[in-house]
T-cell receptor, first 113, second 114 residues
Framework: QQQVKQSPQSLIVQKGGISIINCAYE??????FPWYQQFPGKGPALLIA?????SEKKEGRFTISFNKSAKQFSLHIMDSQPGDSATYFC????????????FGKGTKLSVKP | GAGVSQSPSNKVTEKGKDVELRCDPI?????LYWYRQSLGQGLEFLIY????????KSGLPSDRFSAERTGGSVSTLTIQRTQQEDSAVYLC????????????FGPGTRLTVT
């Protein structure tokens, strides 16, 4: 049972464009939703995270939009750059649990110059 | 400050041999997690430590897998009698408190079982 579904699997965007990655979850007990960025040969790096008491969080060019009723959240990368080319993972965890993250399967983003 | 470190970075072993993977978490982080990332797959939770205790071992794929953490710091993941399906990147993460807080990942150990 996949608790966090991520789409698309891969994404190609032109430099300067907007990259949008979507995730949907099933467990309404999830209360923490981070996004991780992973470059080849490296561990995932925490990019941005949101809790369900807000609908949007912005950090620089990265924005998380959160829709609690639809059980969906998305990552928007504005003014995408070739250096943003990486694999992005959404994840979720539950308050009161040990906090282990349930990950989506990842989106490979390629930003073309 | 120093991040999460893991060693070795790469390990090639023969089927049937035992391997030990090491994780040094960020100093002061009480929670430590092991995940496995198989080729083209997402990250799969293996085990969680709060201090030295592991309240949840349900993610370990078989009894060939075990882990320990000593002194509330360094952790070792041991795989006995390795199989080819164990080939993956093993990632360690630490968190200040666990329980829905930020997790910081190490670079991983790439394990190849031949």
């Amino acid at each position: 049972q996949q608790q966090v579904k991520q789409s698309p699997q891969s994404l190609i965007v032109q430099k300067g464009g907007i990259s949008i990655i979507n995730c949907a979850y099933e467990n309404t007990a999830f209360d923490y939703f981070p996004w991780y960025q992973q470059f080849p040969g490296k561990g995932p790096a925490l990019l941005i995270a949101i809790r369900p008491d807000v609908s949007e969080k912005k950090e620089g060019r990265f924005t998380i939009s959160f829709n609690k009723s639809a059980k969906q959240f998305s990552l928007h990368i504005m003014d995408s750059q070739p250096g943003d080319s990486a694999t992005y993972f959404c994840a979720a965890s539950t308050r009161g649990s040990q906090g282990n993250l349930i990950f989506g399967k990842g989106t490979k983003l390629s930003v073309k110059p | 400050g120093a991040g999460v470190s893991q060693s070795p970075s790469n390990k090639v072993t023969e089927k049937g041999k035992d391997v030990e993977l090491r994780c040094d978490p960020i100093s002061g982080h009480t929670a430590l997690y092991w995940y496995r990332q198989s080729l083209g797959q997402g990250l799969e939770f293996l085990i969680y430590f709060q201090g030295n205790s592991a309240p949840d071992k349900s993610g370990l794929p078989s009894d060939r897998f075990s882990a320990e953490r000593t002194g509330g710091s360094v952790s070792t993941l041991t795989i006995q009698r390795t199989q080819q399906e164990d080939s993956a990147v093993y990632l360690c993460a630490s968190s200040p408190t666990g329980t829905s807080s930020e997790q910081y990942f190490g670079p991983g150990t790439r394990l190849t079982v031949t």
